[in-house]
């Protein structure tokens, strides 16, 4: 029976064994094409009628994810310059809970009647990046207003030079119980 001092030495070889991790070019490369993705799947699932409000994104979540997949985060301020100074937000910022009882029409939407891309979780190993990222959408069909969200597995790969989408699987559908 090996010893854990044993196999605390062998972790690094094991490592390695993964191949180098993306670089942040490369992981920005990738959360443009998912911003894309969110953005393209909330406007054909525009639920009786497209976003006419801005494109909200999680920069911040997208910065500190990076360490997952590069091993390192990118600052905030420099991921909001790489993706071309999108509207940044976080969720309290975004998505707004109104109140009958205070005066309000009620329901809960998307500021402006955006759409919010978020990330949940982000992982990588050589040549191939994943992402658990969700997409929120106001949902007119019914009044008062809710919040659509769609959970997405989306894995990109590298193709020769560049990166790909190569799998795309729908977690969550709006209007569906959570897992």
Not at 129 to 134: D, F, L
Request: net charge positive; hydrophobic share 35%.
């Amino acid at each position: 029976m090996m010893r854990p001092r044993y196999l605390l030495a062998l972790l690094p070889l094991l490592a390695g064994c993964t191949g180098p991790r993306p670089t942040h070019d490369e992981y920005v490369t990738v959360v443009r094409q998912v911003v894309a993705f969110i953005q393209e799947d909330t406007r054909t699932h525009n639920l009786g009628r497209p976003s006419d409000g801005p494109r909200w994104v999680d920069v911040k979540g997208f910065a500190k994810r990076a360490a997952q997949a590069t091993g390192d985060t990118i600052p905030v301020a420099r991921m909001m310059q790489l993706l071309g100074r999108p509207r940044i937000a976080d969720p309290n910022q975004v998505l707004l809970i109104d109140s009958e009882e205070q005066g309000g029409l009620g329901g809960t939407w998307v500021r402006e009647y955006g759409t919010y891309v978020s990330p949940n979780v982000v992982r990588a190993t050589e040549g191939q990046i994943t992402m658990i990222v969700v997409g929120y959408v106001t949902d007119r069909r019914a009044f008062p207003t809710t919040i659509c969200d769609r959970v997405w597995r989306l894995r990109y790969r590298k193709q020769g030079a560049a990166w790909g989408l190569a799998e795309q699987q729908l977690m969550r559908e709006c209007g569906t119980d959570r897992r």
